[in-house]
């Protein structure tokens, strides 16, 4: 697990962060990568956009398929 520094602790720090930029006149914050919210976030997440950071937030993301998932996969991550 990698941990990385925000000011932003809830959907709704982030949602009012994108309000600010919107009514500053920015660049559409919804396009750009995650990192611009995150420091240290790790490679692999800087393709990831607001956008789609608020999607999963808000539980629009794509059905899981959970037949792909086995029970003690579940167990063993503590969920």
Not at 32 to 48: C, D, H, N, R, T
Request: proline share 3%.
């Amino acid at each position: 697990m990698h941990e990385c520094n925000t000011e932003l602790k809830t959907k709704k720090d982030i949602l009012d962060y994108i309000n600010s930029k919107r009514t500053t006149g920015d660049q559409d914050v919804l396009n750009e990568s995650i990192a611009i919210l995150f420091s240290g976030l790790p490679p692999i997440f800087e393709k990831v956009t607001v956008n789609r950071l608020m999607d999963a937030c808000f539980d629009k993301l794509d059905v899981l398929n959970k037949k792909m998932i086995s029970d003690k996969f579940i167990w063993s991550q503590g969920i």
